[in-house]
């Protein structure tokens, strides 16, 4: 059957592409012009496009940056552009903008927020880009936040460094126990020897060293506290204290021991049924009944906590997502090892469960940051409070795009960079095609 | 079965076996839930011993070596590793599955680690070898298995029969005295299968107690010193290679020796 039979005699070489599917012509082609239909499709959006940006950008930029009232606004928008044109009056933001990053906090402490913020970076440096970064800087990130916290409320140094004794502490209990009594004693020891020293002793030994070395600065009260400052507070303790609650939670929920496994799902089912506003109502007025009377359990504090418990119950589910997506055979190459169940965890199946759940954790932590605006409900004073007081103050009466848009500009920055970051830790992660 | 696995001769000099006993399973049984999968297994293996455990699929052979490093839990009977006995004991299991290695069907690689870190992770946080011993110690072995130059990458940029390759030399810088492999060559390319089985021949040749499940009937007339073969949860013959293939007893072995040679 000579028509079936073929053999190659020489290799083809290889060819230019045509002109048209390469380059920019080809990009166009490709993208905005394949079709009757797309191209219809293009050229009504450019048309919507130009439309919203014609409307937009005069009122943006042929607007007012200084003026003490909106009235005032006006009248400088309507001299300088004419009567019948729309301009935003920036003067608002440019007046207000140091209240809406500080809230109430006393102005000549600026500074304490300013370097908090920035040692913030610094200690998430080891965090986010450990390779760039020296490694004793991870020192920084575990006591940053006693360091920053105390720079925050300010007060006596004695309270962050007795907070830090309680984890030693607890790290010592660890080490003591574990070789009499087991890793599970271990553990539990190092769980509730901090907690007995913070609500026991921790106060009684910092207000006598205080009394003995008194070292501090001004102490500054939580309901002072308000602006960007405290959304980035909450934002970020309810952050990278989720994570790891979270984590803690979606192995719980794993677990073969029953009473573990129905606290984690008991709590996980309970939280993501209830609204966040519905927590923090329990935060700001409930949680005061059942305290003994006369504690002053700080309002920030407790919002905190449940924002913080919150994310956790969600954050749980993102992980439990990442760990169903782990083939059993990599628990089971790890126990084949002889990994026990803790280093299997640490060393296998964490750093590939959180790889994969890593859109879902940040999309976590995004919702989490802007959720903190919720706390304008129980009256504290987060940006969106502010603008409540700024609308009703009788120079700005009327004012509404300029600051909700202000807002939303503070708000998208801090969003995107965590989404581009998350890119960029999913590209860095990224081991051969699997 | 691949045909290249039998192009080169394995030295049977050094394959000897010893009459310690590697492991010893009397009177197991096992249940997945109301399934009996594992029925009244006896079995003892000596120090040396290369086994191969052929059976159709479903009869339960993966079950039992996994039952002897506890990755299946069984329900009855004893089963006895390197004088230590497997019960829940936490401590026992441990001991056990750092003396036995494993290769899974599909390497069970880990995928975000890289080659040598995927060598190194088990003798540094069990063996708490120090990390540059490990590290040679895992060169050592990565030369063994013919890949060091693949040292740096990651698994998910190895071929198949490389990735096993590693997963040998992964399970090896345990030292462990005992092999166990789980299908080891049934994801392969029949190009692959050959590499794979070529580093099995290796090792058997150093007289490491191994315990083979595969379908690779060549191998195991080659290494065998005893071939069993199991149907429903049950060994049913077993025997030296030569007298298993050519001469077999029951007559299930025969239509499963039929089916599986027969192409």
Known sequence: MSEVSFV???????????????????????????????????????????????????????????AGSLHECREAIAAAYGEHHEGACWAVIRERWIQLFFGFYPSELYWRPILAFFSLFVALGPVLFAEYVPKKLIWFTAIFPFFGAWLLWGGSIWVPISAILGFVLGYVAYRVITPILGSLAGVIAAAAVPVLWWIALASLFASSLESIIPLGIEAVESRKFGGFMLSITIGVVAIFGSLPLGIVLA????????????????????????????????????????????????????????????????????????LAALP??????????????????????MPQALKISIPGIVSTFIGVFKDTTLVSIIALLDPLGLLAGIRADSNWNGIVWELYGFLALIFFIFCFSMSRYSMYLERKLQTGHQ | MSELAQKREADRSKMSVSDHIAVQITNMNKWYGAFHVLRDINLTVNEGERIVIAGPSGSGKSTLIRCINRLEEHQQGDIIVDGTELTSDLKNIDKIRSEVGMCFQHFNLFPHLSILENCTLAPIWVRKTP????????????????????????????SGGQQQRVAIARSLCMKPRIMLFDEPTSALDPEMIKEVLDTMIELAEEGMTMLCVTHEMGFARQVANRVIFMDQGQIVEQNEPEEFFNNPKSDRTKLFLSQILGH
């Open chain 2, 131 to 158: 990390k540059k011993e490990a590290e040679e110690i895992a060169m050592h072995f990565l030369e063994k298995v013919k890949i060091p130059e693949q040292a740096d990458k990651f698994p998910g940029q190895l």
């Open chain 1, 328 to 349: 059993t055979g990599q628990y089971e190459a790890a126990d084949a090892l002889g990994l026990d169940y803790w280093k299997a965890q640490r060393l296998i199946i």
């Open chain 1, 251 to 322: 192995l719980g929920r794993q677990s073969d021991l029953l009473i573990v496994k129905a606290l984690c799902v008991g709590f996980i089912e309970f939280i993501r049924g209830v609204p966040l506003i519905t927590l923090l109502f329990v935060a700001s007025t409930l949680l005061n009944i059942f305290l003994p009377p006369g504690t002053n359990f700080d309002i920030i504090l407790r919002v905190l906590i449940m924002v913080t418990l919150f994310a956790a119950a969600y954050m749980a589910e993102v992980v439990r997502g990442g």
């Open chain 1, 8 to 66: 190659r005699t020489e290799m083809l070489p290889e060819q230019a592409p045509p002109a048209t599917t390469v380059g920019f012509v080809g990009w166009i082609r490709h993208n905005l012009f394949t079709g009757w239909f797309n191209s219809i499709a293009t050229v009504l959006s450019m048309l919507v496009i130009y439309f919203v940006l014609s409307k937009i950008l005069p009122w943006m930029f042929m607007s007012s940056w200084s």
